[in-house]
Nanobody
Framework: QVQLVESGGGLVQAGGSLRLSCAAS???????MGWFRQAPGKEREFVAA????????YYADSVKGRFTISRDNAKNTLYLQMNSLKPEDTAVYYC??????????????????????WGQGTQVTVSS
């Protein structure tokens, strides 16, 4: 069982930056982990993922070049550095972890049903 707690959300102006953190109760190196977001009235969408062990990264086209996913295995913490934020990035951001030993690649990392553990979410609001 993995418990995830996000932090770091808030209100920022367009063009600004935020760094989200996700503290995990398990060893982050053991799990493929991802960030998803959900805006009001919209479905939850994939943002970024980092695979277990090797740490390959994958991004949604909408955030590629602006967001960076990373992890600190010593602290069992996942991060999402968000730069050049846009109003359309406004959403609740969720940290998620896949089942033990699961590895994804490419679009295989996008499916939220493959992630078994979820945090409670943190609100990110970008003003124009």
């Amino acid at each position: 069982q993995v418990q995830l707690v996000e932090s770091g959300g808030g209100l920022v102006q367009a063009g600004g930056s935020l760094r989200l953190s996700c503290a995990a109760s398990g060893r982050t190196i053991s799990y493929t982990m991802g960030w998803f977001r959900q805006a009001p009235g919209k479905e939850r969408e994939f943002v970024a993922a980092i695979t277990r062990s090797i740490g390959s990264t994958y991004y949604a086209d909408s955030v590629k070049g602006r967001f960076t996913i990373s992890r600190d295995n010593a602290k069992n913490t996942l991060y999402l550095q968000m730069n050049s934020l846009k109003p359309e990035d406004t959403a609740v951001y969720y940290c998620a972890a896949g089942r033990a030993l699961w590895v994804c690649s490419g679009n295989g990392c996008n499916d939220p049903t493959e992630y078994h553990y979820w945090g409670q979410g943190t609100q990110v609001t970008v003003s124009s």
